[in-house]
């Protein structure tokens, strides 16, 4: 089956464009008798916002609204109460100190997906940051030239050639899909093994118990980076669009190797 490739510009326009619609309709003052809908996400379900496999979509909902509710009544107090009680400066420290930590993950997935030059950089900003940059807490790295490379184990399966699967939301989470789901559970088991195998905390006597305070304070900080709020955005159909925005995302990210062909250079006749 062949898939049709839209270009950038024609993508974002046309996403505009339909962000325009719904914004009217949902900002326009209703009327005193309720006019019924001229149209249904039916009439669009051979339109790219609607080209994500979702066969659990009851199920993937449900988990959507507990995330919000999970949330609204216990992450976000959480973090709100971090934010206030912690001065700017710490808050961008310790972000810093988890990111340099997961420069771990972005190591182990570009040698799985046999980028050397990324491998390299990564392994670059990981000491820099951890020496010069105190742990992660300052970012020097970045000013020397060594950008960061997100990856993990999801793209390494989409870099190989391993399908997204159908779409999947996950508690607490949110968006994903099986291969991701999966990809996640082999980052969070190399996290693990590389963790039990330093130890970091061992000799302390209360090592179990530093270990959920860093996993907890791990937990706060990526919520605290992530600026996402559910049904804040103002779509009439987020559910929809959220799930196309992960979809689009981790296809980009995922890019398969190319293999060129070996061009023949062409001879001078009689050679």
Not at 33 to 46: G, I
Not at 135 to 145: E, H, Q, V
Not at 161 to 189: C, E, I, K, N, Q
Request: charged share 20%.
């Amino acid at each position: 089956m062949t898939t049709v490739r839209y270009k950038p510009g024609v993508r974002m326009l046309a996403m505009l464009c339909m962000l325009f619609v719904t914004g009217c309709a949902a900002t326009r003052e209703s009327s005193r008798v309720e006019v019924p809908a001229m149209h249904t996400m039916d009439e669009f379900r051979d339109q790219h916002l609607a080209e994500v496999a979702d066969p659990w979509e009851t199920f993937n909902r449900n988990i959507y609204r507990f995330n919000y509710y999970f949330d609204k009544n216990l992450f976000l107090p959480v973090v709100s109460g971090y934010e206030f009680i912690t001065p700017t400066f710490v808050q961008k420290r310790v972000s810093g100190i988890y990111n340099n930590l997961g420069e771990v993950r972005n190591l182990t997935n570009s040698l799985f997906q046999l980028k050397g030059r990324e491998s390299v950089t990564t392994l670059g900003r990981f000491l820099t940051n951890s020496t010069i940059g105190l742990a992660g807490m300052f970012d020097p790295a970045t000013s020397f030239g060594l950008k960061r490379r997100n990856e993990d184990f999801g793209q390494t399966l989409g870099y190989w050639g391993v399908d997204s699967g159908p779409y999947l939301v996950l508690p607490v989470f949110g968006p994903s899909s099986l291969r991701d789901t999966g990809g996640l559970a082999v980052d969070s088991g190399i996290n693990y093994a590389i963790y039990t195998a330093v130890a970091p905390f061992e000799n302390t006597g209360n090592s179990g118990a530093i270990t959920t305070g860093v996993k907890t304070g791990e937990a706060i900080d990526a919520r605290h980076q992530q600026p996402f709020r559910y049904y804040e955005s103002g779509y009439p159909f987020e559910y929809y669009m959220v799930r196309f925005l992960y979809h689009e995302k981790r296809k980009m990210e995922s890019f398969p190797p190319v293999i060129e062909p070996v061009k023949t250079p062409k001879l001078p006749d009689g050679q």
